[in-house]
């Protein structure tokens, strides 16, 4: 009896001491509860049209907002030169080059003049070579994606591969890298027909040829000289009469038409954070003349066109100005209390250039270790922040509008 008591005193000193114990500790946090908008509207209004072209395909995309216009991007097709940026990409990638390194020199053979014959023969575009001759890569570059020099892409493809079966694994392997699922490289220079791409996987392409500097600055390069004195010129003629203009890669054959992989920036006011960046690939123009000189000025046209039209409308808005977005819900405790919400503005850009009919992708978060019982009107519980592309505009508190009060001791005893 007197164990079985002493147990008894001992189950009700331990209970007695959790007891106290529940008494005095912190409550668990609360729960936010919020149903949350995805987007807030920032620009209000329909966004610019954008002409598209009449045949052919196309794709616009936009690094404030996805794709901007499009015209069948998925179509498989002919991308004539524009492969010539992937042969850049696979050379600079095994041959890098700092921003203005003109890098190892490249000694022409006899099999490089063999090139230049065979595409002279076959009227593609070129650049003449002779034995012996030196070019440094950087001009073995430029003479690629300038003029388009057809024999200077197997030239590249033997210097860099060995052999044009292996560079055109290269390439091909480059593409599924990128996530151009829809591309087969059949030759460096993008003259076979059998090199085929769409107008979103360009793009992509695109993308990867402006995360290179080195190659966004030969793209951009208006004129060049040779080793033998001779100036090259960019076939890009949107270079310099379309504001912003990066260029890229034009392209031109029988098969694909006029081709144009493109890219520009629009430059926003003095004080904006971020300038906007649109690429895109405009495949398969053609003209009643059939003369590739016209299609390749169709396909200029059509870009220059939609770009000018696509940066018609940029306001720079200050996201401190937004109305916060609505924020429905409750915060509650473990006890059954609840209070209301609202939102402020906390921090942000300073200002940001968006397309109107952009909208900011909404997500919220908690604030860690709240104690209930000190919550009180104007106490901050959470977050909501705001981004476009995934950079961060703005953020908001989300603050409660009232106290959640204290639990009862009953309460706080059982829990």
């Known amino acids: 009896l007197a164990v079985g008591f002493a147990v008894m005193a001992g189950v009700v000193v331990g209970a007695g001491a959790v007891a106290a114990v529940r008494l005095v500790s912190t409550p668990p946090p609360p729960d936010l509860h919020l149903q949350l908008a995805a987007t807030l509207a920032v620009a209000p209004g329909p966004p610019p049209a954008i002409p598209l072209p009449t045949t052919g395909s196309f794709d616009l995309v936009s690094s404030d907002g996805g794709q901007v216009a499009s015209l069948a991007p998925t179509a498989v097709v002919p991308i004539g030169s524009i492969a010539k940026v992937m042969t ?123 995360a290179n500097p080195a190659l966004t600055y030969l793209v951009g390069t208006p004129t060049a000289t040779m080793p033998d004195g001779t100036t090259i010129h960019n076939l890009d003629t949107d270079l310099g009469t379309v504001p912003g203009w990066l260029g890229i890669k034009t392209g031109s054959t029988p098969q694909a038409g006029g081709c144009l992989l493109f890219a520009a920036e ?9 300038d906007v960046r649109v690429v895109g690939a405009v495949l398969g123009q053609t003209t009643p003349s059939g003369a590739l000189d016209d299609e390749l000025g169709l396909a200029l046209t059509v870009a220059g066109t939609a770009v000018k039209a696509a940066f018609e409308d940029y306001p720079t808005i200050d996201p401190g100005s937004l109305k916060p977005p609505a924020v429905p819900g409750t915060l509650r405790s473990g006890w059954g209390t609840s209070t209301g919400l609202q939102a402020s503005f906390e921090s942000g850009l ?25 919550v009180a009107s104007g106490t901050v519980v959470g977050h909501v922040t705001g981004t476009i592309a995934g950079v961060t505009v703005a953020t908001w508190d989300v603050s409660a509008t009232g106290g959640l009060g204290q639990p009862s001791w009953q309460w706080l005893i059982t829990h």
């Open 88 to 210: 850049a990409l696979v050379v600079l990638k095994a041959k890098p080059l700092a921003l203005e390194q003109s890098g190892p020199n490249y000694t022409i053979t006899e099999q490089d003049v063999a090139f230049y014959d065979q595409v002279v023969a076959g009227d593609g575009s070129n650049l003449p070579v002779t034995v012996g001759e030196q070019f440094s890569e950087r001009q073995l570059l430029l003479a690629l994606l300038l003029p388009s020099a057809n024999n200077i892409a197997e030239t590249l493809a033997v210097w860099v591969a060995g052999s044009q079966p292996a560079f055109i694994a290269e390439l091909n392997s480059e593409a599924k890298t990128l996530g151009m699922t829809q591309t087969s490289f059949a030759d460096a220079s993008g003259y076979s027909p059998q090199t085929v791409s769409t107008a979103s996987d360009l793009v992509k392409l695109g993308q990867a040829a402006l």
């Open 266 to 274: 629009h430059v926003g006011p003095l004080g904006a954070t971020s």
């Open 350 to 374: 300073s200002s940001v250039e968006v397309r109107v009919g952009a909208t900011l992708k909404l997500s919220a978060s908690q604030v860690t270790h709240l104690d209930p019982t000190a």
